[in-house]
């Protein structure tokens, strides 16, 4: 992790060994890191004395002033002792006190972080301690949200109020104190919101009560009863309308689906989030019941087009099939942001990563879910359909693993989406075992189920699974921009077509099968970047000759011959 700086300094950020086993290459040599986003990204002394067990997040709403009132209550295990621990809030929040016992605390602000001093120190033999932060202020507004992350204060058609955060990669300490860090995610949490009574608020898990308040306010309780992402903490208020519905498991098991939109969006909705039943069905078949079950499963109106608020996702794709109505194949019928955004429940919100360098585990996974959710609802060849249209997305500009211990969002991020799904696509392809590569997908799930994984989680389980070494595999894939080529050459020999081949990669080692020849017709071969093989392709016209490309992510090049 890269050294603290004074205060307005920045850091030159050598990356030299920042993911595990892997031996990054030097693309991100030059990198510069400010000192917030070192403060932000690193897990600091400050930060690893203490685990969040619980937070009591408590707002109001000052809608026509932008600004937000309320107290952040963290209750945390001691695993160290210390006497000054890190939150994080942004500069341009102020803070009003940090109480603990009723005793108020001293703390310094240093860019976005917060650090609080105790005058007796907290010691391990306490086991736990909670602190309660008030604040207030004037959050950030997203120019283009959800990928600008902010605060959005909107009107609906009837020029009533409408407003909602949305704060991945941003950070959710835009708007409220916490440890901002992937890594700690609290057991539970409560959620408190004050709004106009003419709205409702809205936020994740199950709804405890709603209480009228002086001055024609009103205060809706919710409360999470699983752990929670940080930037999936979330708010809507608006002028919503609310309907109920049951999805029943493959067990008999009843699970709440709850939706809240627009008043005139009513009848609209419920006919279009039938889908949600098919979805959740499908999802199951591949991982198990929906991770939230006793939190239940809500979709809620925000003039955004999408976001995987856990328990509570963000919807704003206007009812429109597909992205808007593209983005998908023209024989499809599904809605993109319930698809994706749902994956998100398991990939991202219960399987979780601890940096955001690895957020392709959250975004290429569930980008990956959404060609099996198109393999089950119509048939494999239709997903390798989707997959292909997809691939135009890829840019090959940057790793998509990026440096660890620094708050760092890849400039390149769509390949965190469509690069991970296809890099699955390819290592179930490699596997050539579906039974295996699907006990594999949902072993690895299960296993990281409400908790956190790395890359090298899944690598490792992969081996251990396959009883072979696919670590090369990854390190090509992930660590380096561009993906291996294959490089072959082509003879005609009375009647018969020869092939030469091998490997041209950036990782030495890579090894991974590819198959060749005429669509229906393709030949598996084994090339390495060592030496060049040659086989015997039969009876074939050179112009015939494929790479496959609808199974592996790979380029061809003829050379030679």
Not at 350 to 362: P, T
Not at 497 to 502: D, V
Not at 539 to 554: E, H, L, Q
């Amino acid at each position: 992790m890269p050294k603290v700086l004074p205060r307005g300094a920045f850091i030159l950020f050598f990356l030299v060994l920042a993911l595990g086993v892997f031996g990054q290459p030097d693309f991100y040599h030059h990198l510069t890191i400010s000192r917030a986003d070192s403060l932000r990204g690193q897990l600091r002394p400050e930060r690893t004395c203490y685990d969040v067990g619980y937070y009591h997040l408590g707002v109001s709403l000052d809608i026509p002033n932008r600004t937000v009132y309320g107290f952040s209550e963290i209750t945390y295990r001691i695993l160290r002792d210390f006497r000054r621990l890190q939150i994080d809030l942004f500069a341009n929040m102020a803070i009003d006190s940090i109480v603990q016992n009723g005793v108020t605390l001293a703390y310094e602000r240093d860019e976005d972080a917060v650090f609080v001093d105790f005058p007796e120190g907290q010691q391990t033999a306490s086991l736990v301690g909670t602190i309660k932060i008030y604040y207030h202020g004037q959050p950030k507004v997203a120019k283009n949200p959800p990928w600008d992350g902010g605060f959005s204060w909107t009107q609906d058609s009837d020029e009533s109020p409408w407003v909602l955060v949305s704060c991945e990669g941003i950070g959710a300490s835009l708007w409220w104190p916490n440890k901002d860090h992937l890594s700690d995610e609290p057991d539970s949490m409560d959620i408190e919101i004050v709004v106009p009574d003419s709205l409702m608020a809205v936020s994740n898990g199950i709804l405890v009560s709603e209480q009228k308040m002086p001055d024609h306010q009103k205060s809706y309780h919710w409360h999470v009863s699983y752990p929670i992402n940080n930037y999936n903490v979330t708010l809507y208020a608006g002028r919503y309308a609310h309907f109920h519905e049951y999805y029943v498991a493959m067990d008999g098991d009843s699970l709440d689906l709850d939706y809240y939109v627009l008043p005139e969006h009513l009848a609209k909705a419920k006919q279009h989030f039938a889908q949600v039943h098919e979805m959740l069905r499908i999802y199951e078949s591949y991982l198990g019941k929906y991770p939230f079950w006793k939190d239940g499963y809500a979709l809620v109106e925000s003039p955004t087009l999408g976001m995987e608020h856990q328990g509570a996702i963000s919807y704003g794709n206007k009812y429109k099939r597909g992205y808007l109505g593209g983005r998908i194949l023209k024989n499809m019928d599904w809605d993109y942001i319930i698809i994706h955004e749902s994956g998100h429940e398991y990939w991202g919100n219960s399987v979780s990563c601890n940096d955001l360098a690895e957020m392709w585990l959250h975004e290429g996974f569930t980008t990956y879910m959404e060609a099996l959710y198109v393999e089950k609802k119509y048939d494999y060849e239709t997903a390798v359909e989707y997959l292909l249209s997809q691939k135009k997305n890829i840019r090959n500009h940057a790793p998509i693993v990026g440096p660890k211990g620094v708050h760092f969002r890849p400039m390149y991020s769509t390949d965190q989406y469509y690069k991970g799904s296809w890099i699955l696509h390819s290592l179930r392809n490699a596997i050539d075992n579906d039974s295996l590569w699907f006990a594999i997908f949902r072993g690895f799930y299960e296993a990281h189920a409400l908790s956190h994984a790395t890359t090298q989680d899944f690598v490792t389980y992969v081996n251990a699974q396959t009883g072979g070494d696919y670590t090369a595999f990854f390190e090509q894939y992930l660590n380096y921009a561009r993906p291996p080529k294959l490089l072959y050459r082509l003879q005609q020999r009375h009647g018969k077509l020869w092939c030469q081949y091998k490997w041209e990669a950036d990782v030495k080692g890579f090894d991974m099968p590819v198959r060749v020849g005429r669509p229906g017709h393709f030949m598996r071969l084994h090339p390495n970047t060592k030496e060049w093989k040659e086989i015997n392709l039969g009876k074939m016209k050179t112009r015939a000759f494929r790479v496959d490309d609808s199974g592996f992510y790979v380029f061809g090049e003829r050379v030679g011959w």
